[in-house]
């Protein structure tokens, strides 16, 4: 049954979808005068946005505006050609987690929440307070400082704010911390959005780039002297421009990294140390993004919150949410550790913009982020099984790239050889298959130990061509992937990977095993085409 058929059954609703057009000829004059200052609001491909500021992006926003367009715009071009449509959301293309059921107390708490009898009431501003006084629970059993001490403040719900996802958590960060032009430093490669998003808010984004040497991690010694460097350009760029000098007023740390699914554990503490040293001495925020924390796949050595050692508080804005490990994205809940100060400054944007925060999302976060043995209890049992999950298809995904007999796929031979049938039961299907994809793999530059995303390296087929497209790099190969087989990806362009004649791309492992599949088939057949 599809989806729409199940919910015409549930709601006993007419749920067929109806859309609209434009016709300029039905304008009115106030609509005219607004396309003429935003023409782009004619088009129906999805857009990248723009600075609030109408000035152009900065360079390394530029390139990921540029793969955006061309993902969502420019391949428009090869729509038309027969080859059938793949929907981004049964295609390595999404960023969706993996298929689970909700995390059983956020259910419970959101159950609870929608019989209460004060519904009639607005809720707080930035969450319910005994909501928010859980989460203080929870990050005190975390290894956060509750109570006061030297040069310590301790923690309440003052420095808690909950947001609609962690996305809007981030915006509401940026837009309270900095100024037009002041920077914020980001990894390459990163989360494009966040990326984009820094600059829609009239900041402007540096990139340090993340390099094997160093185990891509962050080097705390050469992002100190990138703070120093970029400092130092703005004063000679900005000074008597502005009735203030912009500086570095932030570095953002993926903590897991999203794509490259590494960890900076409690292992890692020297690292963590000297971040915090160099950020505190600079007077740069660290925003500590935890979203992928609870996908850890070495759950004795979960992303260590930086904002847990009392030394770090103040200079430390922390994100949690619910999105990729809680089987709640489509609840968009998200919530910010912060010093007061910042607390407040968000606490102002969130009043202009949204008066208050849903006590669905208040009580979402409460049902994931509290201190009781339960919690805890629940917790174990529920990640444990979507680990578990989350690595066999990595698992399968490696299989389908080198082949059902690469060793590291032994354990699990019989069970991705199942799968692989459940598919598809023609033998030469199945032959092309348990081949794997000549000279593809996935990217030796890191191995995700979190997460579920693959950066699945294509480097091999420079040089190669089809009848029509030669693939010199990146925006060639995504041309000639999407017109063959109708998949697109995220690629260098999107992440700022930082090596430039690469072809890496960032794949999702964890849609649909069937879907999964069906992509990396199309793709090996499409690859073996190649002249």
Same mark, same amino acid.
């Not at 004619?42 to 857009?47: D, G, I, P």
């Not at 793949?86 to 999404?94: A, G, H, K, L, V």
């Given at each position: 049954?599809?989806?729409?058929?199940? #919910?015409?059954?549930?709601?006993?609703?007419?749920?067929?979808?109806? $859309?609209?057009?434009?016709d300029?000829?039905?304008?009115? @004059?106030?609509?005219?005068?607004?396309?003429?200052?935003?023409?782009?609001?004619?088009?129906? %491909?999805?857009?990248?946005?723009?600075r609030n500021?109408?000035?152009?992006?900065?360079?390394?926003?530029?390139?990921?505006?540029?793969?955006? *367009?061309?993902?969502y715009k420019?391949?428009? =071009?090869?729509?038309?050609?027969?080859?059938?449509?793949i929907?981004?959301?049964?295609?390595?293309?999404?960023?969706? +987690?993996?298929?689970?059921?909700?995390?059983p107390?956020?259910k419970k708490?959101?159950?609870?929440?929608?019989?209460?009898?004060?519904?009639?009431?607005?809720?707080? *501003?930035?969450?319910?307070?005994?909501?928010?006084?859980?989460?203080? *629970?929870?990050?005190?059993r975390e290894?956060?400082? !509750?109570?006061?001490?030297?040069?310590?403040?301790?923690?309440?719900?003052?420095?808690?704010?909950?947001?609609?996802s962690?996305? $809007?958590?981030?915006?509401?960060?940026?837009?309270?911390?900095?100024?037009?032009?002041d920077?914020v430093?980001?990894?390459?490669?990163?989360y494009?959005?966040?990326t984009? *998003?820094?600059?829609?808010c009239n900041?402007?984004?540096?990139?340090?780039d993340?390099?094997?040497?160093d185990?891509?991690?962050?080097?705390?010694?050469?992002?100190?002297?990138?703070?120093? /460097?970029?400092?130092?350009?703005?004063?000679?760029?900005?000074e008597?421009? #502005?009735?203030? !000098?912009?500086?570095?007023?932030?570095?953002?740390?993926?903590? +897991?990294?999203n794509?490259?699914?590494?960890?900076?554990?409690?292992?890692?503490?020297? =690292?963590?140390?000297?971040?915090?040293?160099?950020?505190? /001495?600079?007077g740069?925020f660290?925003?500590?993004?935890?979203?992928?924390?609870?996908?850890?796949?070495?759950?004795n050595?979960?992303?260590?919150?930086?904002?847990?050692? +009392?030394?770090?508080?103040?200079?430390t804005?922390?994100?949690?949410?619910?999105?990729?490990?809680?089987g709640l994205?489509?609840?968009?809940a998200?919530?910010?550790?912060?010093? !007061?100060?910042?607390?407040r400054?968000?606490?102002?944007?969130?009043?202009?913009?949204?008066?208050?925060?849903?006590?669905l999302?208040?009580s979402?976060?409460?049902?994931? %982020?509290?201190?009781?043995?339960?919690?805890?209890?629940?917790? &174990?049992?529920?990640?444990? &099984?979507?680990?578990?999950?989350?690595?066999?298809?990595?698992?399968?995904?490696?299989?389908?790239?080198?082949?059902?007999?690469?060793? @590291?796929?032994?354990?699990?031979?019989?069970? =991705?050889?199942?799968?692989?049938? &459940?598919?598809?039961?023609?033998?030469?299907?199945?032959?092309?298959?348990f081949?794997? =994809?000549?000279?593809? &793999?996935?990217?030796?530059?890191?191995?995700?130990?979190?997460?579920f %995303?693959?950066?699945?390296?294509?480097?091999?087929?420079?040089?190669?061509k089809?009848?029509?497209?030669?693939?010199?790099?990146?925006?060639?190969?995504?041309?000639f992937?999407?017109?063959?087989?109708?998949?697109?990806?995220?690629?260098?362009?999107?992440?700022?990977w +930082?090596?430039?004649?690469?072809?890496?791309?960032?794949?999702n492992?964890a849609i649909?095993?069937?879907?999964l599949i069906?992509? #990396?088939?199309?793709?090996?057949?499409a690859?073996?085409?190649?002249?």
């Amino acid at each position: 049954m599809s989806i729409k058929s199940k #919910l015409k059954k549930i709601l006993k609703c007419d749920t067929t979808i109806i $859309h609209s057009d434009i016709d300029e000829s039905n304008f009115s @004059n106030a609509l005219k005068h607004f396309v003429e200052n935003n023409p782009d609001t004619l088009s129906s %491909f999805r857009k990248i946005g723009r600075r609030n500021d109408n000035k152009d992006f900065y360079d390394e926003v530029k390139k990921i505006e540029y793969g955006y *367009n061309l993902l969502y715009k420019d391949l428009s =071009i090869y729509d038309d050609n027969g080859v059938p449509k793949i929907d981004e959301y049964f295609s390595i293309r999404n960023g969706n +987690p993996l298929q689970t059921k909700p995390f059983p107390l956020c259910k419970k708490y959101i159950i609870r929440s929608l019989f209460s009898r004060f519904l009639y009431i607005y809720p707080t *501003n930035i969450g319910e307070r005994k909501c928010r006084q859980m989460v203080v *629970n929870y990050l005190g059993r975390e290894g956060f400082k !509750i109570e006061k001490a030297k040069n310590y403040d301790g923690l309440g719900i003052d420095n808690i704010a909950f947001s609609y996802s962690t996305t $809007h958590a981030y915006n509401l960060v940026i837009s309270t911390i900095a100024r037009p032009e002041d920077v914020v430093i980001i990894t390459g490669p990163n989360y494009g959005i966040f990326t984009v *998003n820094t600059e829609i808010c009239n900041a402007h984004v540096e990139i340090i780039d993340l390099r094997k040497e160093d185990d891509w991690l962050i080097n705390p010694e050469l992002l100190s002297k990138k703070i120093d /460097e970029i400092n130092e350009k703005l004063k000679n760029k900005f000074e008597n421009k #502005l009735d203030y !000098i912009p500086r570095v007023v932030a570095f953002l740390n993926l903590n +897991p990294h999203n794509p490259l699914g590494t960890v900076l554990s409690k292992k890692n503490m020297d =690292i963590i140390t000297k971040l915090g040293d160099v950020c505190l /001495e600079k007077g740069v925020f660290i925003i500590d993004d935890l979203i992928y924390r609870d996908l850890t796949y070495d759950q004795n050595n979960l992303a260590f919150p930086i904002a847990s050692i +009392p030394k770090y508080f103040n200079n430390t804005i922390t994100l949690i949410g619910l999105s990729k490990g809680y089987g709640l994205a489509g609840i968009r809940a998200g919530a910010i550790i912060s010093p !007061i100060p910042v607390c407040r400054g968000i606490t102002e944007k969130i009043v202009s913009n949204l008066d208050s925060v849903s006590v669905l999302q208040s009580s979402a976060l409460a049902g994931a %982020f509290n201190s009781t043995n339960k919690r805890y209890r629940v917790a &174990k049992k529920y990640f444990g &099984k979507s680990i578990k999950e989350y690595k066999y298809r990595l698992n399968l995904l490696e299989a389908l790239i080198y082949g059902i007999e690469y060793d @590291n796929c032994k354990k699990n031979k019989n069970k =991705i050889i199942r799968d692989i049938k &459940k598919y598809t039961k023609d033998e030469d299907k199945l032959k092309l298959i348990f081949e794997g =994809i000549p000279g593809v &793999k996935i990217s030796d530059k890191t191995y995700p130990v979190s997460g579920f %995303f693959a950066l699945v390296d294509f480097t091999s087929l420079i040089g190669k061509k089809d009848d029509e497209i030669v693939i010199k790099n990146d925006v060639d190969f995504v041309k000639f992937l999407y017109k063959t087989t109708k998949i697109n990806c995220l690629i260098g362009l999107n992440f700022s990977w +930082p090596i430039k004649d690469e072809i890496v791309t960032r794949f999702n492992f964890a849609i649909d095993k069937k879907n999964l599949i069906h992509c #990396l088939f199309l793709i090996n057949k499409a690859i073996k085409e190649l002249k």
